[in-house]
């Protein structure tokens, strides 16, 4: 199980990214998908997550309206479309692959998102 995540780099404020995080080794519908995100002197946190199957989906507060995490199944994607995109929001960006039975915590290399003018 493997996931290579890519789409990072300098945006000004109030501009775009899309995050994309490829699968290799499994297929992303079985799979919770969650994107996390990690600044300089803070813990890592959620930002968001898709239910395997695709079936729900729940962001943190803090992006709730300008994010949206979506599945390409044929792609083994998975896309964290970020809009209206803050200082705040400067963070590496890691891709999180997680089943309960039997156990998989897989995480990406991260991508670097930085939001500024």
């Known amino acids: 199980v493997q996931v290579v995540e890519s789409g990072g780099g300098l945006v000004q404020p109030g501009g775009s990214l899309r995050l994309s995080c490829a699968g290799s080794?499994?297929?992303?519908?079985?799979?919770?998908m969650s994107w996390y995100r990690q600044a300089p002197g803070k813990e890592r946190e959620l930002v968001a997550r898709?239910?395997?199957?695709?079936?729900?989906?729940d962001y943190a507060d803090s992006v709730k309206g300008r994010f949206t995490i979506s599945r390409d199944n044929a792609k083994n994607t998975v896309y964290l479309q970020m809009n209206s995109l803050k200082p705040e929001d400067t963070a590496v960006y890691y891709c999180?692959?997680?089943?309960?039975?039997?156990?998989?915590?897989?995480w990406g290399q991260g991508t670097q998102v930085t939001v500024s003018s």
């Open positions: 999180n692959v997680w089943r309960p039975l039997p156990r998989v915590n897989v």
């Open positions: 898709s239910t395997s199957g695709g079936g729900s989906t």
């Open positions: 080794g499994f297929t992303i519908s079985q799979y919770v």
